[in-house]
């Protein structure tokens, strides 16, 4: 099913807690809502289930206009952030609820539930209450009673916040092998960035309310829109530097970093990712201040001009606070930015 | 750890004495006047031991009125108040402007004097110009002499009482229902649950704790029935003794008869009612918890 927001603007008081968002999901797509907290993406897919009343713009499930259209009637499956299981009945009871509410005959909707139950891998559990669960295995049932009733669009708000690290990885995983093998459009909310960039066709970032950039998880991490989408992805996080262009030679504090690129001379706001640094005799020289070794990656941490800027090197590489290293930036990788922190282009 | 102990105990000293003196003597006192033939308070003399009081209190015609007044109080009064309390709590709970207002008005009858509650309720049950009457009248139902009449005695005493039971039970479902998370009725709401199937399948077994400490309390208290009565009927046990109970039978038999003997067999013979009662209540619960 397709989905197209239109305007959709949500205030509270005099607060714009969604602000003329505009949006086209395409059918059987899996798409991340990313961005702070209080940026409004829960508002967001609140109002796409329909327990929260947009106060402008429209929403369309494929040419349907369902903005008016209650949550019982919009053929959706909401994922909570707690699940909220019903906790007085088993997993199998938890799961057939919405289909008994709509009126499937018990022996048919027990069989539906096993249906989906083994798709999520709970069918061992029908008979439990969900106090006995595990956070994981809630979310599974959560999943499963979401779509037992062959909804049209999935909604999951924050769906591995309740989980601890290892089996946050595992269970985003799941989401998408789940997502694939019904094929449904799904839309879930996060403010995880790797969780978004790893399991989403496509991540739309959101800042106050308002949608920052919609895009594939890679061209969003190599083209980020402006300067908060740019720090918003990726840890450790962008290197932002002032820099300098003058016919043709972009320089930060005095050190040369490109030359022979086609920008207007003047003073630019720049960023440059951690990893777009390689080892380079003759490069910029810097001062190793401190590292953190974090397996694959050693991190090194240096002044440049005023700022303590990130830099990553293979973890092979032997250095020690107090050493020189001497980098450049790859080709393409320095992000320029207007006044307006909007992406110029890349060098 | 000994000495610890000790001084633990030493802390619940001024309580545990309070609860001997007030509870536990009383108790054991009550208990052995039972069997003490026509014992007098006054000089403590008696004279006889044994069954004496039982073998009375047992072929007295008036205590199998009382047993089975406060066995038919007990059926339904409190099925009905915790009923009619659930229903109400919930209209409460959903009520979002006028929600403080209501939970205080419900209140009242828990905070409000029996005495005063009775002489209201005398006043709208009187045959004559009495409010119910009145509204009954209406539907073309002739005038019922509530108070007057033996037969709607019982029936005037159950109303009352669950009327003014109900205030504690709806103070105990609002508090329950606050704490069922709103996201289990968007989820209801999501799976297009219907409005009577999310308070049967949803708000009832949620607030499955409370109404069973409801019934449990109201059951106990429903038992030891006795200001109701006394403050609707002014005192006496309704017309011809219609509407006597356990509490009341023994009340009588103290200070009215001064068969002191025969009130604490009374006594025991509720003790033992009630005991049984709640034994049966906690296996039944208990079990249910298990499963």
Redesign the interface.
Known sequence: MDIRIENLTKTYGNLNAVDHMSLNIKDGELVGLLGPSGCGKSTTLFML?G?TTPTTGKIFFGDKDVTSIP???RE???V???Y??????TVEDNIT??LI??GVKKPQAKEMALEMAKVVKIDQLMNRKPGELSGGQQQRVAIA??LV?KPQVLLLDEPLSNLDAKLRVETREEIRRIQQEVKITTIFVTHDQEEAMSISDRIAVMKEGVLQQYEVPQTMYLNPANIFVSRFLGTPEINNIEIDVKDGVITADGVELRRGVSLADGHYKAGVRPESFHVAEGGISLGVEGIRMTGRDLLIFSKFGNETIRVLVHSYMQVNPGDKVEVSVREGHILVFDDADKLIGRF | MEKKSFKGYIYLLPSIIIMICFTLYPLVRAIVMSFLGDYSIINGSYKSIGFDNYKDLFKDPDFFKSLRNTSIYVICVVPASICLSLLIAVLINNCKKFKAFFQTVYFLPYVTSVIAIGIVWRWMFNSNYGLINYALGLFGIEPIQWLNRPEYAMPALIIFAIWKSMAFNILIFLAGLQTIPEDIYRAARIDSTPRFRVFTRITVPSLAPMIVYSSVIGMIGAFKVYNEVFSLFQGKAGPANSAITIVYYIYDKFYNSYKYGVAAAGSVVLFLIILAMTQIQLRVTGEKKKN
């Open positions: 289930s327990l949550p019982e009637d959706i499956g909401l909570f952030q707690n909220a299981l019903y906790p007085h009945m609820f919405p509410n709509r009673r979401a009733k």
